[in-house]
């Protein structure tokens, strides 16, 4: 795991990928971003195929985000990851199918922890339910956790502190970090990852996509000097 938690530039807003996905992607490729994604929906097959191969030859970790509750909706978001040679599938509900197609096309899955369901999505359930659901499935044999922290309907900040502190394996907090105050929070539970989407889109870290991502980077470094945690 990394040191600090790494941002994922989602090409998304609203839960779905943006029409012009690939002209940002080329456009802030030289950005700080190691990290980027997308969702299933609405792009065709063959432009996600196209896209995600420029992330890949500038050396990006790529990561499909599906947000579906079927087994077979599942799955045919892990082929469409496969399809592409994505690093990460994250989302989908839990199911051994998924998970075992997933480890035999080397594919990192990241599936919802708690009850989701809509879209944009929501999570709920008690706390320990969602902790112990993703106990289980890093015991299953799941790389890690993709956890809906700012779309839960209980207390946030308490799912998300309980989450990383309790389930050994990567957690992504993803959804809904949308301000400055939502992140330097995210710099305190130090989840693995998290991600960003529509809040780039709706300029919530400032103007253009390339300036918010640096912006998004250099505040995390400032919390960590600040916090003492950066070397």
């Known amino acids: 795991m990394s040191n600090k938690p790494e941002l994922v530039v989602m090409l998304t807003h609203h839960d779905l990928?943006?029409?012009?996905?690939?002209?940002?992607?080329?456009?802030?490729?030289?950005?700080?971003?190691?990290?980027?994604?997308?969702?299933?929906?609405p792009l065709p097959f063959g432009k996600m195929h196209k896209l995600y191969a420029r992330m890949k030859e500038a050396g990006k970790t790529t990561f499909l985000e599906v947000v579906a509750y079927t087994e077979d909706?599942?799955?045919?978001?892990a082929k469409m990851a496969a399809g592409c040679q994505c690093d990460v599938l994250m989302g989908t509900c839990y199911?051994?199918?998924?998970?075992?197609?997933?480890?035999?096309?080397?594919?990192r899955y990241m599936p919802f922890a708690g009850r989701v369901e809509g879209r944009p999505s929501v999570l709920s359930g008690s706390i320990d339910e969602i902790v112990?659901?993703?106990?289980?499935?890093?015991r299953r044999g799941v790389y890690g956790i993709d956890l809906l922290g700012y779309r839960y309907t209980g207390d946030i900040?308490?799912?998300?502190?309980?989450?990383?502190?309790?389930?050994?394996?990567?957690?992504?907090l993803a959804g809904s970090i949308n301000s400055y105050e939502r992140l330097k929070e995210v710099c305190d539970v130090r989840p693995w990852a998290f991600t960003i989407g529509?809040?780039?889109?709706?300029?919530?870290?400032?103007?253009?996509?390339c300036q918010?991502?640096?912006?998004?980077?250099?505040?995390i470094n400032y919390e960590e000097r600040r916090s003492g945690r950066l070397l």
């Open 212 to 219: 918010q991502i640096n912006n998004v980077f250099d505040y």
């Open 132 to 138: 112990a659901e993703a106990q289980d499935y890093v």
């Open 95 to 107: 199911h051994d199918s998924i998970l075992s197609f997933c480890q035999e096309h080397d594919i």
């Open 73 to 77: 909706e599942g799955l045919k978001g």
């Open 17 to 41: 990928t943006v029409e012009n996905a690939a002209e940002l992607f080329e456009q802030c490729r030289l950005s700080k971003a190691r990290c980027w994604g997308m969702k299933e929906h």
């Open 157 to 172: 900040l308490r799912l998300n502190r309980e989450i990383v502190s309790r389930v050994e394996a990567p957690v992504c």
């Open 198 to 209: 529509s809040a780039f889109f709706e300029h919530k870290f400032g103007e253009g996509l």
